[in-house]
């Protein structure tokens, strides 16, 4: 289970974060308070924005808001009975107004019974200072969360969809709420007018580079009466299939800081005035086949933080229990013990003593008792393992120096391509190596003498990039039995 989940979910739920924040469910009851919203002063808005302000799921305005919160808390009590409650100020901009407006509804809903916090839907460009002060105090009194639309990192998106601010006015925003220490969570939609994956992807990347606690995710949905309504009929622009956006959203999941909690993964538009995509009205679908899918390929939230992540996942799918396997470098050993775990007996080698004593210390933690330490450079593999010759189901090759040692000291491109080539020779039919590069000096010539072997010998190998930035760290995957 991911350690960020209570329900065997592959991604940081919110329920995990509330049930242990406040050691008990609790719900978010959907208010409006009838706010306006700044970007109608020109009686457009935001072009895919229903009547009701995104708030069609919210209570009634024309009730006051304890009755709102009555009539959502007796549908929950019904099925979920002494639980805890937070107040969201959903529809429209709930801080576009005076701040003595503000705190009127904002205090009222603290002394509803059982709530414990409250979250305010709003827009970067809509919080002035003397709002932030009052906000700040706030803060400081009850467990506060904003919710900021972004909806794309990319400002021809943001101008298209007639947003009327751009992404620095948006990063200001989510800065002075930081200063503060309030909780942000950004509203992001898949399937905006012209993006393409990338584009989507980018988004994810910036967001991962700010200081966020929360995220929601949509799919664009064309409603009835918008001005998206009239540009989805005249210019037909893609929208995205179920398909198309459950892979995205496996991909920006993997992509995601983990410690950024997943509010949304999806968004079900009302009935009555939703246009398309149709499938998003089968919320419960989407959802289950986005889990699906993580759980094809693997994965899970912040996949990509680490090449590593990939390493285990090779390793966890390949290794069967009878396997001989090799850490051809141990370091501190974490994935020596990571194989400990998966095959019957391995060796772990690594030339300096130092290694040896922290793979050893970590190992006698676990009482691992299917390992044998070796003290001596890889290169010398066929000859240590001699009586394993044929026998070795990989090899795992964690290039570079020893991490909290000295740097000084590195695998080096001769010996490493000397082990490789002796690993190839001591592997059984179904064998692979594992050889994770990384961009400092040697390391950049370790791969290029790798790359150039296989590429010369034609020795079938993949190789996995968790990123785009060709100087960061990636894995080869060397599948020799295909040697011509």
């Given at each position: 289970?991911?350690?960020?989940?209570?329900?065997?979910?592959?991604?940081?739920?919110?329920?995990?974060?509330?049930?242990?924040?406040?050691?008990?469910?609790?719900?978010?009851?959907?208010?409006?308070?009838?706010?306006?919203?700044?970007?109608?002063k020109n009686g457009t808005g935001c072009i895919y924005c229903?009547?009701?302000?995104?708030?069609?799921?919210?209570?009634?305005?024309?009730?006051?808001?304890?009755?709102?919160?009555?009539?959502?808390?007796?549908?929950?009590?019904?099925?979920?009975?002494?639980?805890?409650?937070?107040?969201?100020?959903?529809?429209?901009?709930?801080?576009?107004?005076?701040?003595?407006?503000?705190?009127?509804?904002?205090?009222?809903?603290?002394?509803f019974p059982n709530v414990v916090g409250i979250n305010i839907?709003?827009?970067?460009?809509?919080?002035?200072?003397?709002?932030?002060?009052?906000?700040?105090?706030?803060?400081?009194?009850?467990?506060?969360?904003?919710?900021?639309?972004?909806?794309?990192?990319?400002?021809?998106?943001?101008?298209?969809?007639?947003?009327?601010?751009?992404?620095?006015?948006?990063?200001?925003?989510?800065?002075?709420?930081?200063?503060?220490?309030?909780?942000?969570?950004?509203?992001?939609?898949?399937?905006?007018?012209?993006?393409?994956?990338?584009?989507?992807?980018?988004?994810?990347?910036?967001?991962?580079?700010?200081?966020?606690?929360?995220?929601?995710?949509?799919?664009?949905?064309?409603?009835?009466?918008?001005?998206?309504?009239?540009?989805?009929?005249?210019?037909?622009?893609?929208?995205?299939?179920?398909?198309?956006?459950?892979?995205?959203?496996?991909?920006?999941?993997?992509?995601?800081?983990?410690?950024?909690?997943?509010?949304?993964?999806?968004?079900?538009?009302?009935?009555?005035?939703?246009?398309?995509?149709?499938?998003?009205?089968?919320?419960?679908?989407?959802?289950?086949?986005?889990?699906?899918?993580?759980?094809?390929?693997?994965?899970?939230?912040?996949?990509?933080?680490?090449?590593?992540?990939?390493?285990?996942l090779i390793c966890n799918n390949f290794i069967k229990k009878?396997?001989?396997?090799?850490?051809?470098?141990?370091?501190?050993?974490?994935?020596?013990?990571?194989?400990?775990?998966?095959?019957?007996?391995?060796?772990?080698?690594?030339?300096?003593?130092?290694?040896?004593?922290?793979?050893?210390?970590?190992?006698?933690?676990?009482?691992?008792?299917?390992?044998?330490?070796?003290?001596?450079?890889?290169?010398?593999?066929?000859?240590?393992?001699?009586?394993?010759?044929?026998?070795?189901?990989?090899?795992?090759?964690?290039?570079?120096?020893?991490?909290?040692?000295?740097?000084?000291?590195?695998?080096?491109?001769?010996?490493?391509?000397?082990?490789?080539?002796?690993?190839?020779?001591?592997?059984?039919?179904?064998?692979?190596?594992?050889?994770?590069?990384?961009?400092?000096?040697?390391?950049?010539?370790?791969?290029?003498?790798?790359?150039?072997?296989?590429?010369?010998?034609?020795?079938?190998?993949?190789?996995?990039?968790?990123?785009?930035?060709?100087?960061?760290?990636?894995?080869?995957?060397?599948?020799?039995?295909?040697?011509?």
């Amino acid at each position: 289970m991911f350690k960020y989940s209570l329900d065997n979910k592959r991604y940081h739920t919110l329920n995990y974060d509330l049930t242990k924040r406040f050691g008990t469910r609790v719900f978010k009851v959907s208010l409006n308070a009838g706010f306006s919203c700044p970007n109608f002063k020109n009686g457009t808005g935001c072009i895919y924005c229903s009547a009701k302000g995104s708030g069609d799921f919210a209570g009634d305005k024309n009730d006051d808001l304890l009755t709102q919160f009555n009539k959502i808390k007796q549908k929950l009590n019904n099925k979920w009975p002494d639980t805890k409650y937070i107040a969201y100020f959903q529809a429209n901009t709930n801080t576009y107004a005076p701040v003595k407006v503000l705190k009127e509804k904002f205090e009222k809903v603290l002394t509803f019974p059982n709530v414990v916090g409250i979250n305010i839907g709003t827009r970067p460009d809509a919080i002035s200072d003397e709002c932030l002060k009052y906000l700040s105090d706030l803060n400081k009194r009850t467990f506060l969360t904003i919710e900021l639309g972004l909806q794309s990192m990319h400002n021809k998106t943001l101008k298209l969809i007639n947003r009327g601010h751009d992404l620095n006015c948006f990063d200001a925003c989510v800065k002075r709420l930081r200063e503060k220490d309030i909780n942000v969570v950004v509203h992001i939609i898949n399937g905006l007018p012209y993006e393409t994956h990338d584009m989507m992807m980018d988004t994810i990347k910036h967001l991962n580079k700010l200081d966020i606690q929360g995220i929601k995710i949509h799919m664009l949905h064309v409603l009835k009466n918008t001005p998206l309504e009239n540009y989805y009929k005249k210019t037909k622009f893609h929208l995205l299939t179920k398909e198309e956006y459950v892979n995205i959203i496996c991909d920006q999941i993997e992509e995601l800081n983990e410690k950024i909690v997943i509010h949304r993964l999806t968004g079900d538009g009302a009935k009555e005035n939703l246009i398309a995509p149709v499938w998003t009205l089968k919320k419960v679908s989407v959802l289950n086949d986005v889990d699906k899918e993580l759980k094809r390929r693997g994965t899970y939230q912040g996949f990509n933080k680490s090449i590593l992540n990939r390493v285990n996942l090779i390793c966890n799918n390949f290794i069967k229990k009878g396997d001989v396997v090799v850490d051809a470098t141990c370091g501190n050993g974490n994935d020596t013990l990571m194989l400990s775990k998966l095959a019957k007996k391995v060796f772990s080698f690594d030339i300096q003593k130092k290694a040896i004593e922290n793979t050893k210390k970590l190992l006698d933690k676990y009482a691992v008792d299917n390992v044998t330490l070796i003290n001596d450079s890889h290169e010398n593999i066929d000859i240590i393992l001699k009586q394993y010759n044929t026998k070795i189901s990989l090899v795992l090759f964690n290039l570079g120096y020893l991490p909290g040692g000295d740097k000084s000291i590195t695998t080096n491109h001769t010996s490493t391509l000397n082990a490789i080539k002796k690993s190839i020779k001591i592997l059984n039919k179904k064998g692979i190596i594992l050889a994770t590069c990384y961009p400092h000096e040697e390391g950049k010539k370790e791969s290029i003498e790798i790359m150039n072997y296989l590429n010369k010998n034609n020795i079938k190998y993949l190789t996995y990039h968790n990123t785009t930035n060709k100087d960061a760290p990636y894995l080869i995957e060397i599948k020799p039995k295909n040697i011509n």
